[in-house]
């Protein structure tokens, strides 16, 4: 199954800083996606990057896709408390998860 | 409001008891998909439905089944064949044949077994 790896497990920051977490997929994909999962909750969507696209922003996300390594990156700039959350990349139509990436943004 | 929801938001279940938790959408969703995640995990998928009164096994679906009488909902029941299922168990939705396959995520169950 198709599937996406995120890497660090887990990230410490000051508030500020920039935080950048990568992931990776197996098998040819037609889109990647992001969310974010605040403790015991369900997970919210944040951002889609099909395969034809290399670069996409909202607001402080920026999102790379690298469709050659199979690989993709999330970008959070100018990183705030609130920030504070899991983060899992799901790749392909059936959005099979990792294990995610913890960030802990410090006040 | 449109959304998708689950209940209970907690769950006791006693060793050899079945459970069944609820996952209810209104947004008129295609398909419909149960995961698992074991606490500092990331997700794994149990079933999934695209169509009603059809659905298919994911990873883990042992010990698990489904039913998908109506388009809005898709109850998971754990039976107990399943050997450990204290877990975080969610449910999504999204929308088949569009350009954005984004998954709508229900708030989760916790299901505890004493």
């Known amino acids: 199954s198709q599937q996406g790896e995120e890497d660090p497990q887990a990230l410490s920051i000051q508030e500020g800083e920039n935080a950048t977490m990568n992931c990776s997929y197996k098998?040819?994909?037609?889109?990647l996606q992001w969310y974010r999962q605040n403790s015991g909750r369900g997970l919210v969507h944040l951002i889609l990057?099909?395969?034809?696209?290399r670069e996409k922003h909202s607001g402080r996300l920026r999102v790379t896709l690298d469709t050659s390594k199979k690989s993709s990156s999330l970008l959070i700039t100018a990183s705030r408390a609130a920030d504070t959350a899991s983060y899992f990349c799901?790749?392909?139509?059936?959005?099979?998860f990792g294990g995610g990436t913890r960030l802990m943004v410090k006040p | 409001d449109g959304g998708i929801t689950q209940s209970p938001k907690y769950l006791f279940r006693k060793e050899g008891q079945n459970v069944t938790l609820s996952c209810e959408q209104n947004?008129?969703?295609?398909?419909m998909y149960w995961y698992r995640q074991d606490p500092g995990q990331g997700l794994r998928l149990i079933y999934y439905?695209?169509?009603?009164?059809?659905?298919q096994k994911g990873d883990i679906a042992e010990g698990y089944s489904v039913s998908r009488e109506k388009k809005e909902s898709f109850p998971l029941t754990v039976t107990s064949a399943q050997k450990n299922p204290t877990a975080f168990y969610l449910c999504?939705?999204?929308?088949?044949?569009?350009?954005?396959?984004?998954?709508?995520f229900g708030p989760g169950t916790r299901l505890t077994v004493l």
């Open positions: 990057i099909r395969s034809n696209e």
């Open positions: 947004l008129n969703h295609d398909a």
């Open positions: 799901g790749a392909g139509n059936m959005l099979t």
């Open positions: 999504a939705s999204r929308l088949l044949h569009s350009s954005y396959n984004e998954q709508f």
């Open positions: 439905s695209q169509i009603v009164n059809d659905f």
């Open positions: 098998t040819s994909i037609n889109n």
